[in-house]
């Protein structure tokens, strides 16, 4: 195993590279968002969901408006995964209360993409990522981000989110060879707009496999392993030792499987993990990331500490990124995310 490299000053991105911080340093899905009554007033300006995410200035905004709040180890680039398919040609709108919209493919129409074009729609995300960084206090890490191709996929397929991601799932099965086509665009896409984030200015990325449940385990490793090995390889031929965290929510019991495979740093963890299985289960050098649920934020209070500290403890033994299990929801109050810090950071 190569050693870890020398620490940088920055503890979230040492806690990834494998360096074990005295407390956990922190960072929140969706940190950026819609409980900060400075993130609506924003997007109140912006017009479209993707508008305020193709421009530089209010991007570059929102996402550093948490940080000033409270003590939070990261910056995360505020844009959404569905940028991709936008960027191939594939429209995407936010339809108010419905979420993303898409006109979902066909076998035909996977061969019509744009992909020759992509990295120049995303021109403008990669400026707000260099606005961030010019920022950012030296400290913080700032992190970038894409979806997973079999996520993202998804989407393409279904035309919107999905509870059983059914229409993808049958369109892998009945279309192998389309599918395979859309995972290849999907996987060298996504890595030169990783590159070209990390390039930009991001000290690590992510990978957000959002919907790796509902898959049986040959499923879980052609649509998501192994997609998610290629792409890491992919980043690393173009970005040597590239600092990235995957996050395959609803992996359960392929979770080691998934972080030995695809090689990432960092293994993040949904908050249906248990943590004694997942203590026992990974690497005690694998830096984890995770796991508390969302709503016990919002709930707040005693219970809130308790799991907090429990989670605190189950990784004190490893490199650990304290986060939430999936991303913070719009009816969190404020005082409890200040309330979660300061158990965090004593």
Same mark, same amino acid.
């Given at each position: 195993?190569?050693?870890?490299?020398?620490?940088?000053?920055?503890?979230?991105?040492?806690?990834?590279?494998?360096?074990?911080?005295?407390?956990?340093?922190?960072?929140?899905?969706?940190?950026?968002?819609?409980?900060?009554?400075?993130?609506?007033?924003?997007?109140?300006?912006?017009?479209?969901?993707?508008?305020?995410?193709?421009?530089?200035?209010?991007?570059?905004?929102?996402?550093?408006?948490?940080?000033?709040?409270?003590?939070?180890?990261?910056?995360?680039?505020?844009?959404?995964?569905?940028?991709?398919?936008? %960027? =191939?040609?594939? +429209? $995407?709108? /936010? !339809?108010?209360?419905?979420?993303?919209?898409? #006109?979902?493919?066909?076998?035909?129409? &996977?061969?019509?993409?744009?992909?020759?074009?992509?990295?120049?729609?995303?021109?403008?995300?990669?400026?707000?990522?260099?606005?961030?960084?010019?920022?950012?206090?030296?400290?913080?890490?700032?992190?970038?981000?894409?979806?997973?191709?079999?996520?993202?996929?998804?989407?393409?397929?279904?035309?919107?989110?999905?509870?059983?991601?059914?229409?993808?799932?049958?369109? %892998? =099965?009945?279309? +192998? $060879?389309? /599918? !395979?086509?859309?995972?290849?665009?999907?996987? #060298?896409?996504?890595?030169?707009?990783? &590159?070209?984030?990390?390039?930009?200015?991001?000290?690590?990325?992510?990978?957000?496999?959002?919907?790796?449940?509902?898959?049986?385990?040959?499923?879980?490793?052609?649509?998501?392993?192994?997609?998610?090995?290629?792409?890491?390889?992919?980043?690393?031929?173009?970005?040597?030792?590239?600092?990235?965290?995957?996050?395959?929510?609803?992996?359960?019991?392929?979770?080691?499987?998934?972080?030995?495979?695809?090689?990432?740093?960092?293994?993040?963890?949904?908050?249906?993990?248990?943590?004694?299985?997942?203590?026992?289960?990974?690497?005690?050098?694998?830096?984890?990331?995770?796991?508390?649920?969302?709503?016990?934020?919002?709930?707040?209070?005693?219970?809130?500490?308790?799991?907090?500290?429990?989670?605190?403890?189950?990784?004190?033994?490893?490199?650990?990124?304290?986060?939430?299990?999936?991303?913070?929801?719009?009816?969190?109050?404020?005082?409890?995310?200040?309330?979660?810090?300061?158990?965090?950071?004593?």
């Amino acid at each position: 195993m190569r050693a870890s490299p020398q620490p940088t000053g920055k503890p979230l991105l040492d806690a990834a590279l494998g360096h074990k911080q005295k407390t956990p340093p922190v960072w929140i899905m969706r940190q950026a968002g819609r409980y900060l009554p400075e993130y609506r007033e924003v997007r109140a300006k912006a017009g479209s969901f993707l508008d305020l995410c193709y421009t530089p200035t209010l991007a570059c905004e929102v996402t550093l408006q948490p940080l000033r709040r409270f003590d939070l180890d990261a910056a995360i680039l505020f844009s959404d995964i569905l940028v991709i398919p936008d %960027a =191939l040609g594939q +429209p $995407v709108r /936010f !339809a108010q209360g419905e979420g993303p919209v898409l #006109e979902p493919l066909d076998a035909k129409s &996977v061969a019509s993409l744009s992909p020759e074009k992509a990295l120049d729609h995303l021109t403008p995300v990669l400026e707000t990522l260099e606005r961030i960084k010019a920022a950012l206090a030296q400290e913080k890490t700032l992190i970038g981000f894409c979806g997973a191709p079999w996520t993202v996929a998804t989407y393409m397929l279904g035309g919107k989110g999905s509870s059983d991601q059914a229409a993808a799932r049958l369109f %892998a =099965l009945n279309e +192998p $060879v389309a /599918f !395979a086509a859309l995972i290849d665009i999907l996987v #060298e896409v996504s890595a030169r707009y990783l &590159v070209a984030q990390l390039r930009a200015g991001a000290d690590m990325v992510q990978i957000f496999e959002s919907w790796a449940l509902n898959l049986d385990e040959t499923a879980f490793r052609n649509y998501v392993i192994e997609p998610n090995r290629r792409l890491v390889a992919r980043v690393r031929e173009l970005v040597p030792d590239a600092p990235i965290t995957g996050f395959p929510r609803g992996a359960a019991g392929m979770l080691a499987e998934y972080a030995e495979k695809t090689g990432v740093n960092v293994l993040g963890l949904d908050y249906a993990t248990p943590l004694a299985f997942a203590s026992q289960t990974l690497p005690q050098t694998l830096t984890v990331q995770g796991n508390l649920d969302p709503l016990r934020l919002v709930a707040g209070g005693a219970q809130m500490e308790s799991r907090a500290r429990e989670i605190v403890a189950a990784f004190a033994d490893r490199p650990h990124i304290f986060n939430l299990g999936h991303g913070i929801v719009p009816q969190t109050p404020i005082a409890h995310v200040s309330d979660l810090l300061k158990v965090i950071k004593g």
